[in-house]
């Protein structure tokens, strides 16, 4: 038998139900926000991310899917959606023909090759939104505004939100420095990839899985003790515009997030429900105000964020969040005999084009399994279509909860199905 390939998931019955009600919420939400929705490609050039993601992330390094088209080009499946956006952004000089700022929202499947685990996929789903061409922090606090309000809207409770900043170019260098003398001593207590992150990006250092737990990471230096004036204000004036839209949060001067574009704010949001598992970054994004540049653009701000959908699927399974799902369907069909089973399509079609839930029955099965069947769809309707119905073109209808039957005239059942259903 052939396998999903490791790392991915099949999705169907009532976990799909919820995913698609969840996806409603998300595209409902940037409605109200007014951004704009962005599909970019599922591969790219991998140039982009080597550059955009940067060289010394573990996502470049150790995750991506890099293969060869048969034009020997090199292309990489993408392991997160901000670098293409920027791509887009830049490629379609949106900074000269959009509004500005351009508001973007995507959703589709991310792919790293990480060891899977509870709450980390090979193929995993994202949505995410990038703001590009204002670095006003009023902008990072919107965006951190967005993955807490879908939480609210969902009924999601146990949630944190950490922030911290790394602060402008000058700020991150002032940071890079006393990074290098702090962790020069230790570095042969490192692991193998700390001692190779030292050497070309020491922040990295502060992200590794291996090191995480060690005292030399803990007593390191914080971003926040380097910035310089303006940085500050920025950070200052992200929060008060968090208080002004109530939003909670905790400035956590260890978070530098893993990617390498991040300047200034840098936020995550956790599930913060006690067993959850080791899995628990529903959401992370910031600032980068240099990757426009980076990737070849104009000099552009930019700010967004990224949620995996899988873990916000399972946050939700864990608190016992209630959605509501349509349960059942309006009518279910019974053609008598294979004579009626034209008619019955007919009809069919015209209940599903005037917008009721219709189910037909292709098996011909007998009357009694018939019943069963919409009992097992939940179906509030039971159609029968004998000879005599179509004959006559007044069909019967069975109420099938109360068990009461109709006789309706053809022309005469939407009116009815109307006035019976809502
Ligand atoms: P990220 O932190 O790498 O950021 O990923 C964002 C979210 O995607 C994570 O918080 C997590 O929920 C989910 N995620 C990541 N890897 C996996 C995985 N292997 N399996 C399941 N879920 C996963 C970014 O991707 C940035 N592009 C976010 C951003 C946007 N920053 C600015 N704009």
């Not at 490629?91 to 589709?108: R, S």
């Not at 552009?300 to 209630?322: H, N, P, Q």
Request: proline fraction near 3%; include cysteine; charged fraction near 30%.
């Amino acid at each position: 038998m052939i396998q999903k390939a490791k790392g991915t998931y099949d999705v169907f019955g009532e976990y799909g139900k919820r995913l698609l009600y969840v996806e409603e919420l998300i595209e409902g939400l940037m409605e109200k926000y007014n951004y704009e929705y962005f599909r970019t490609p599922i591969f790219e050039s991998s140039n982009l991310f080597h550059r955009g993601v940067g060289e010394t992330t573990d996502i470049v390094t150790k995750e991506t899917y890099d293969f060869k088209d048969r034009g020997n080009r090199d292309l990489t499946l993408r392991p997160e959606g901000t670098a293409s956006i920027v791509r887009s952004f830049i490629e379609n000089k949106m900074y000269g023909n959009h509004t500005i700022p351009v508001k973007a929202w995507y959703y589709g499947p991310m792919f790293r090759y990480e060891r899977p685990q509870s709450g980390r996929f090979r193929e995993f789903y994202q949505f995410g939104v990038e703001v590009f061409g204002t670095d006003d922090p009023i902008a990072d606090a919107e965006v951190i505004s967005i993955p807490v309000n879908l939480y609210k809207l969902l009924g999601l409770k146990g949630i944190k939100v950490n922030i911290n900043t790394l602060g402008d170019s000058e700020s991150r260098e002032m940071y890079r420095q006393a990074l290098i003398k702090y962790f020069e001593p230790y570095i042969n207590e490192l692991c193998e990839d700390c001692k190779e992150r030292f050497i070309k990006n020491p922040l990295r250092i502060l992200d590794c899985k291996v090191d995480a737990k060690s005292e030399i990471l803990k007593n390191a230096p914080k971003t926040i003790d380097y910035l310089n004036e303006s940085s500050k204000k920025h950070f200052e004036e992200v929060k008060k515009y968090l208080d002004s839209m109530h939003i909670e949060y905790e400035v956590n001067t260890n978070l530098v997030r893993g990617l390498d574009y991040y300047t200034h704010t840098v936020f995550e949001v956790e599930a913060s429900v006690e067993g959850f598992g080791s899995q628990n970054v529903l959401c992370g994004g910031g600032r980068y105000d240099n990757l426009v540049e980076t990737l070849d653009g104009p000099k552009t701000s930019g700010v967004g964020f990224a949620m995996g959908l899988e873990r916000l699927m399972t946050a939700l399974d864990y608190e016992k969040v209630e959605m509501p799902l349509i349960n059942g369907i309006d009518c279910y069909i019974i053609p008598m005999s294979e004579n009626e089973k034209e008619y019955a399509t007919h009809l069919c079609m015209e209940l599903r084009l005037n917008g009721f839930i219709t189910d037909i029955d292709y098996n011909n099965r007998n009357l009694k399994n018939n019943f069963k069947n919409a009992d097992r769809l939940n179906s509030r309707f039971v159609i029968i279509i004998g000879e005599e119905e179509k004959n006559s073109n007044i069909i019967t209808i069975k109420n099938n909860d109360t068990k009461e039957e109709y006789k309706v005239k053809y022309e005469e059942l939407i009116d009815f199905l109307d006035e019976h259903i809502n």
